[in-house]
């Protein structure tokens, strides 16, 4: 079966929303800043560097940048390490497809340990045929190159992957990248979601199924 389905991972295999905001909210702390959560809301999924950029301007100098993106993403591996909040039915569903021949690709901005963390902590690293991180891109969503390099590594056509994703952005990322999308509600809302141009909105991972996303994919050839 030539069929791939690419998981984003903050917010679709981990439920990573608090463990992000409370390493953010210290490593800034310690730099005598502080981060609502509204402010943090309002730019999650974004890379560390625009975090800053938007949210303090001059208060952090860009040399200072590096260094304050290990010290929050080592906290942020710290916490999930001691309480992994993975996301309702992902281990099922990743196992589920694996038995069904799909090819499976993590397409994510996030630090390569981080992902590796998540897919260890889920127990189905091996369940990847290929994992794309921050460290393999240089422009982030809406743009398409994550997903596009995952298809690559893949072997497979774009139209013959679909996106899992909890963000406007990444559904935005799929449509550019000629790949169908499935929206999960979560760091967005459903109507958000399907602005965005999802295919299919779904509540949890356990509305999908193997039959479900070839399905979708046929539909569109």
């Known amino acids: 079966m030539d069929r791939g389905v690419i998981f ?29 959560e509204a402010d943090f809301q309002r730019t999650f999924g974004r890379t560390s560097r625009e975090i800053l950029r938007e949210l303090f301007g001059d208060r952090v100098r860009d040399e200072d940048v590096p260094a304050l993106d290990e010290r929050k993403e080592s906290l ?15 281990a099922e569903l990743l196992g ?9 690709a993590a397409g994510s901005s996030a630090p390569p340990a981080n992902v590796e963390l998540t897919l260890d902590r889920l127990g189905q690293s091996r369940a ?3 994992v794309v991180t921050g460290s393999d891109v240089t422009r982030g969503k809406p743009d398409p190159q994550v997903f596009l390099i995952a298809a690559q590594r893949l072997g497979l056509a774009p139209a013959s992957c679909v996106v ?5 952005p990444g559904v935005r990322a799929a449509r550019a990248a000629g790949m169908a999308s499935v929206g999960l509600v979560g760091t967005a809302d459903a109507d958000a ?16 199924t193997p039959g479900r996303i070839a399905l979708l994919l046929d539909g569109r050839r």
């Open 128 to 130: 990847f045929s290929a």
């Open 193 to 208: 979601l399907r602005a965005a141009g999802a295919d299919v909105v779904v509540g949890s991972l356990r509305e999908l």
């Open 164 to 168: 899992v994703e909890d963000a406007p």
């Open 76 to 90: 942020y591996r710290d916490d999930l390490a001691r309480r992994f909040p993975a996301m309702d039915g992902a």
């Open 96 to 104: 589920a497809l694996v038995g069904a021949g799909f090819r499976l």
């Open 8 to 36: 984003d991972v903050d917010g679709v295999l981990v439920d990573s929303y608090a463990a992000h905001l409370r390493s953010w909210q210290t490593a800034l702390r310690e730099r005598g800043l502080d981060l609502p």
